[in-house]
């Protein structure tokens, strides 16, 4: 009876530990699945620092939208116009959040191979990689031009084209936590000495420049809106960044998410529209439209007593600073791509390559500022609005009908 009852006992031992021994191993494995775990890994970035990226992405770019091509379509109101381009911008992100929301962290290039197949996708990715070369190529080119046309007129713009892609491919072979964060604190920066230099620049408006508003420009605002929309929509290829971005894909993050994206892309279309408000006003749309950098004459024009003599400094570190991010960006959702459509593992060891084809492309775009202005405003800004708008419906669709969203 005695060994009957320490066998019982001993069995019952055993299962206990063994209970333990199986609770404890589950612990270890939940613990290490939440240590790898890719949603919470501190080694990713959240949507609100790629949308601050985005911010210095479409302050930069808006250079680009008033200038003598573009400006044909430019009127007294078209100050209005990033209200009625934000609409749908609006809408572009719910449906770039439909897609996020299916494959949670994973880029635009795996999502593009995954709905339309190796081949397919691979020629889609090869058209977004042959884009962002040219558009970088564009305004690394409009970079250069500022400075000529600003205050080193007998410098040659390849000099600071240089300059910008070395800078540019230096941050890129980094990694993009880091120069997230470094933009998510100069963000605070520039929105201060914007908000400082929009104050003092508003008391030279004249209101004559930007009243009365009638029904008879509708159209000319709906036409004006158009640049915008082609700059904005480039936030699609903010999804190349999708396997570096934290997003769990859950309903109270998914809702977070739209929030921040919609909460900045309000205060980029509220950047816009002060700033177009600015040229216009101090100006009128007529000279706007003849003028290859209205921004930069705002400032040059203004002078004030006391420590601020003029903006003309302030001026070029904001631009340079916000176009070095700029390309930066996009030098980073390039790598992104190349390593898709190459089949790479490192696509940083290319920065280099790809910042000299880059150079040789800025001259291949145009012989002077004109041809550049032409081929952005009348190609490029298109197949932006074709990749960037147009392609995130499709890719949704085609996903809905394979049952793959």
């Keep these: 009876m005695k060994n009957e009852k320490l066998k019982v006992e001993s069995e019952k031992f055993m299962e206990r530990n063994f209970d333990y021994k199986e609770l404890s191993n589950i612990n270890n494995a939940k613990t290490e699945e939440s240590y790898v775990n890719p949603h919470i890994s501190t ?66 290039s795996q999502i593009i191979e995954t709905i339309f197949g190796d081949i397919i996708g691979r020629i889609i990715l090869l058209l977004f990689f042959i884009h962002t070369l040219f558009f970088i190529a564009v305004f690394a080119r409009n970079f250069g031009e500022k400075f000529i046309s600003s205050i080193f007129p007998n410098v040659a713009p390849s000099f600071f084209v240089i300059i910008l892609l070395m800078f540019a491919v230096f941050a890129v072979r980094r990694n993009i936590e880091s120069f997230a964060r470094f933009a998510e604190f100069s963000f605070i920066l520039i929105c201060a000495g914007f908000i400082i230099a929009f104050i003092i620049a508003v008391f030279h408006i004249n209101p004559k420049n930007l009243y009365p508003v009638t ?16 700059l904005w929509s480039l936030l699609t290829f903010s999804l190349f960044l999708g396997d570096n971005m934290r997003y769990a894909g859950n309903a109270s993050e998914n809702s977070k998410s739209v929030k921040t994206a919609t909460k900045f892309m309000l205060i980029i279309a509220l950047f816009n529209f002060l700033a177009t408000m600015l040229v216009i006003g101090i100006f009128n749309a007529e000279t706007v439209s003849n003028m290859s950098m209205p921004y930069f004459m705002v400032f040059k024009s203004i002078k004030t007593t006391g420590l601020i003599q003029s903006f003309e400094t302030f001026f070029i570190i904001f631009w340079a600073f916000t176009d070095f991010i700029m390309i930066s960006y996009y030098m980073f959702i390039l790598s992104k791509i190349f390593k898709s459509l190459f089949a790479v593992e490192k696509p940083r060891l290319f920065m280099p390559v790809m910042g000299f084809v880059i150079f040789m492309l800025i001259f291949i775009i145009g012989e002077n ?20 708008f147009i392609f995130p419906f499709i890719l949704l669709a085609v996903g809905k009908i394979r049952r793959l969203i």
């Design 43 to 108: 080694r990713k970035i959240s949507v609100r620092q790629v949308m601050i990226l985005f911010f210095f992405a479409s302050v930069s770019g808006i250079t680009r939208i008033v200038s003598p091509e573009s400006g044909k379509i430019l009127s007294k109101a078209s100050w209005l116009s990033p209200f009625i381009a934000i609409l749908p911008v609006l809408l572009l992100i719910a449906v770039l959040n439909r897609i996020i929301v299916r494959y949670p962290e994973k880029s635009l």
């Design 215 to 230: 029904y008879y420009d509708a159209v000319p605002i709906l036409k004006s809106s158009v640049p915008l929309i082609s």
């Design 369 to 388: 500022n004109f041809e550049v202005e032409y081929f952005y405003t009348n190609i490029l800004s298109y197949s932006s609005v074709i990749l960037g």
